[in-house]
């Protein structure tokens, strides 16, 4: 075993690294940009070296940064993690030619496998079936146009390098092609530095099916089951279970050999992850799994695997590089009950789940024990910078069974409590809580189908938040107070009266508070009324009974701001400050605002123009991912305020309409 390690990447997978090989006795080497200067990787590692600003393309992705941290360091070993340069085949040759260990396949394995045509390519030189489509190296938008024609739509138009939904695109009619080809080959050239795609047949009833494998450079392989991956947004995993949900037996036989069959097919070593595409339409089926890509490194799921067949694959990763025979052999692998992860995102559900960026004011995750595990590279009080990836943690539960899994995660999710940013964790909590995906009937289409149950509050969790943060508010007074005079008590003695209190917040809601007796009350709505009782513990946690209905939750108080967290989601409100004089806004159905910080990559119009609503008028690109912004109503463009290349802040207003006044 190698002695130090270098960890070229940051947030959780970094730390993650670095307590396996602690747990091997290796000396771990961070490296950061200047915004991650306090980072959490950066705590935990033994010594870590600066390598540039904040831009991942100055520092992250700066492969000859990372060498020259190897010769000061001394270290032996480089770990990239995933993402970065995790899949850079020129990066593994470069560590080679210095003599360091690169913790991954061979240059030549992540090339064949690295990009989608070659890939498929292999596939079926090994027998494993591939989903139709055209992997040409003709890039014409006539030739792409013509063979997606001749495939039938839907279809995918895919970036050849690359993934993580980034240059991916679902066509549904010839007429939206070519655009939707120009987005996806923009999006891929800014992400990959390669803007050719590939076109593969949609699966409408699909099942997003990997299967985990293991080589070492003796010849033997090994895999550790299949994950489930089927619930995505933007092409992009959210949660992810191992075994998979009605996996046949013959089924998973099939998908694992195939699996193997690949990775030998190009002497693979290392840890790997095979994706199938399946079609679920007549039920999970041996004859209806299609290949899609082969991933070569470390995937951000392996916590199921792990969790479900008590291995650790990080160690696994670093044993095989060091010349190490495989640990296990594949009979000695087995699976023990079910595991499910689910992806924290600093991100808005309710906004098309845009990336958010902010500062982590309040963070609290639930406990971890033998059943759950939270991987987390970001601390209360760290920011959430629009230069990375906006994953704030991964938790992962266990249990003998999916439903025991399934409710240790819902439960943990339901502990969450952040405030500072906007983030998915009580979407999670909602789309688990489903009663389709408690039925394990789940697909790449799950959250689109049952988006409008998964985000947003209904009346009812409404009218809890705000009797939640009326009752915050006067608990909270009566425990700032002296517990002695008469003026803090909250038992709203009055001589010929019950005491009341209103609470108006800034959207004209009003809550009416009638005392009964001390930390008993009446709390009235426009159209509601309930009896609520609760206790505020000094550590800020709320506990509650609302009409004989128990609730925990947390509120963290700024000036006239409440954010309420409550089964796990996150609801700001803000008082109505009586004395404050009103300003009348700027803004106007007619103006394009930036949700988010990134940069404008493009412009579809130009000032005078005339558009419609709906249509596109410009693309910001913010943490790695393209956003088109679209016309708010029919008019002209009066002003378009930033040019091409330009930087934009949340809130910019980016372009001027002039509607179109129609009489």
């Known amino acids: 075993m190698f002695s130090s390690l270098i960890i070229a990447n940051r947030g959780e997978i970094a730390c993650r690294i670095m307590r396996a090989a602690r747990g ?32 991942a393309a100055r520092s992250y992705l700066c492969g000859d940064k990372i060498l020259d941290v190897a010769k000061k360091s001394g270290a032996e070993a480089i770990h990239p993690g ?43 030189a090994a027998s494993v079936p591939v989903v139709p489509g055209y992997f040409g190296d003709d890039q014409k938008p ?23 939904g980034k240059g991916m695109r679902r066509v549904d009619g010839e007429h939206e092609f070519l655009g939707a080809l120009e987005a996806a080959k923009r999006e891929s050239s800014s992400a990959f530095g390669d803007d050719r795609v590939m076109l593969e047949k949609y699966i409408v009833a699909a099942r997003h099916i990997e299967v985990q494998v293991f080589c070492d450079a003796k010849g033997q392989g090994v895999h550790l089951f299949e994950r489930d991956c089927s619930l995505q947004r933007r092409h992009q995993k959210v949660i992810e279970e191992a075994p998979a949900p009605g996996m046949d037996q013959s089924l998973r036989a099939a998908m694992c050999a195939a699996a193997l069959r690949i990775a030998k097919a190009v002497d693979y070593v290392g840890v790997g992850t095979v994706e199938f595409l399946v079609d679920a339409s007549k039920g ?13 490194r470390l995937q951000v799921e392996h916590p199921v695997s792990e969790m479900i067949t008590g291995l650790d694959l990080v160690q696994w990763q670093l044993r095989v590089a060091a010349g190490e025979s495989l640990p296990l052999a594949q009979e000695e692998i087995v699976i023990n009950g079910h595991a499910i992860e689910a992806r924290l995102y600093a991100e808005d559900p309710e ?16 406990e971890e024990n033998k059943f759950l595990r939270v991987e987390t590279g970001v601390a209360q009080g760290d920011e959430v910078a629009v230069h990375y990836d906006p994953m704030i943690a991964k938790l992962v539960a266990w249990g003998p069974s999916r439903s025991g899994a399934l ?77 002695v005079s008469p003026w803090d008590a909250i038992s709203g003695w009055r001589l010929f009266d019950r005491g009341t209190e209103r609470f108006e917040l800034d959207d004209g809601a009003v809550v009416v508070i009638q005392y009964l007796r001390d930390g008993d009350f009446e709390m009235t709505g426009e159209d509601w009324k309930s009896s609520v009782s609760g206790v505020l513990f000094p550590d800020g946690h709320l506990e509650t009974v609302i009409d004989g209905v128990c609730h925990k939750a947390a509120v963290l108080h700024r000036g006239n701001r409440l954010d309420v967290m409550w089964r796990g989601a996150t609801r700001t409100l803000n008082l109505r400050d009586p004395l404050a004089v009103g300003v009348s806004s700027s803004q106007s159905g007619n103006q394009v605002v930036a949700p988010m910080p990134g940069k404008i990559t493009s412009l579809f119009v130009g000032q005078g123009d005339k558009v419609t609503h709906g249509a596109p008028l410009l693309v910001m690109e913010a943490m790695k991912m393209e956003h088109t912004l679209k016309a708010p109503c029919d008019g002209s463009v009066s002003q378009l305020v930033f040019r091409i290349g330009d930087q934009v802040s949340e809130g910019d207003v980016l372009a001027r309409l002039e509607e179109e006044v129609k009489g």
């Open 142 to 164: 006539e030739t792409l146009q013509a063979h997606a024609d001749s495939i039938g739509y839907p279809i995918l138009i895919k970036a050849v390098a690359g993934g993580g």
């Open 284 to 296: 999970l089926k041996q004859d209806a799994y299609y290949f899609m890509e082969m991933n070569t």
């Open 351 to 366: 906004n098309q789940f845009l990336p958010s960026t902010g500062r982590l004011e309040h963070l609290l995750f639930p």
């Open 24 to 55: 091997l006795g290796v000396r771990t080497i961070a490296v950061y940009s200047e915004a991650d200067k306090h980072a959490a990787h950066v705590r935990l590692s033994d010594e870590a070296y600066l390598i540039g600003p904040a831009p």
């Open 407 to 483: 409710d240790r995660l819902v439960q943990a999710l339901e502990r969450v409590q952040i405030a500072g940013l906007r983030h998915n964790a009580g979407f999670l909590e909602r789309a688990l809580s489903h009663a389709d995906f408690k039925t394990g009937h789940v697909s790449t289409h799950f959250i689109d189908a049952h988006l409008e149950e998964l985000v947003g509050f209904d009346a009812a969790q409404d009218q809890t938040v705000k009797m939640l943060a009326a009752l915050y508010l006067i608990l909270a007074r009566r425990a700032g107070g002296d517990h």
């Open 82 to 124: 995933y993402g970065f340069l995790a899949e850079n085949a020129d990066f593994a040759d470069a560590c080679a030619a210095m003599g360091v260990v690169f913790v991954g396949p061979s240059a030549n394995a992540v090339r064949a496998m690295g990009v989608k045509d070659t890939a498929k390519a292999y596939a079926e």
